[in-house]
T-cell receptor
Framework: KNEVEQSPQNLTAQEGEFITINCSYSVGISALHWLQQHPGGGIVSLFM???GKKKHGRLIATINIQEKHSSLHITASHPRDSAVYIC???????????FGTGTRLQVFP | DAGITQSPRHKVTETGTPVTLRCHQTENHRYMYWYRQDPGHGLRLIHYSYGVKDTDKGEVSDGYSVSRSKTEDFLLTLESATSSQTSVYFC?????????????FGNGTRLTVT
């Protein structure tokens, strides 16, 4: 079992829909990252959080440390949101980053 | 965007040949990392550096070596490329190695070993 699991693996949506991507992890962490990767492109850091909730534009990231779970929400989704979203956690004990395999999101007009 | 440049962006090479990938940063960040990305796997750390001439192995370091002679450059070398090293390679940087230090990634190098 992977230490970081994302769900769903693939997600399609119509423009305007509310999107939720989930990340569950099994290790104690000091921080959690959400990253975005466009097709053929580089990786962009969206959020880094260790508690609570962060918001940037239409994106919201939440984390529940007790439940070892984080969600990334996209409100009013748009085709340009189509990308792979990657969750990564920093292991509290080893200080290493552990990456999930990503959620591929496609938003259709 | 953080100033990170990876070169080349694409490379096709034959099995057994040496290959060097370059990561160049203009941010003066102390930490630099090399990751590989393969289908079905999360990003996996190959090697990292925490300063000039200071490097350490990651989880998939076999077959790879690195060098960092200047703050701004971190080189990844495949001494004798194998088909299993066909992958997309990402360089990343961070100001410190601490938990609260965000990572910034380059645009990746797609390497194909035939």
């Amino acid at each position: 079992k992977n230490e970081v699991e994302q769900s769903p693996q693939n997600l399609t949506a119509q423009e305007g829909e509310f999107i939720t991507i989930n990340c569950s992890y099994s290790v104690g962490i000091s921080a959690l990252h959400w990253l975005q990767q466009h097709p053929g492109g580089g990786i962009v850091s969206l959020f880094m959080l260790s508690s609570g909730k962060k918001k940037h534009g239409r994106l919201i990231a939440t984390i529940n440390i007790q439940e070892k779970h984080s969600s990334l929400h996209i409100t009013a989704s748009h085709p340009r949101d189509s990308a792979v979203y990657i969750c990564a956690v920093r292991d509290y004990n080893t200080d290493k980053l552990i990456f999930g395999t990503g959620t591929r999101l496609q938003v259709f007009p | 965007d953080a100033g990170i440049t990876q070169s080349p962006r694409h490379k096709v090479t034959e099995t057994g040949t040496p290959v060097t990938l370059r990561c160049h940063q203009t941010e003066n960040h102390r930490y630099m990392y090399w990751y590989r990305q393969d289908p079905g796997h999360g990003l996996r750390l190959i090697h990292y550096s925490y300063g000039v001439k200071d490097t350490d192995k990651g989880e998939v370091s076999d077959g790879y070596s690195v060098s960092r002679s200047k703050t701004e450059d971190f080189l990844l070398t495949l001494e004798s490329a194998t088909s299993s090293q066909t992958s997309v390679y990402f360089c990343a940087i961070s100001e410190s190695g601490g938990y609260n230090s965000p990572l910034h990634f380059g645009n990746g190098t797609r390497l194909t070993v035939t």
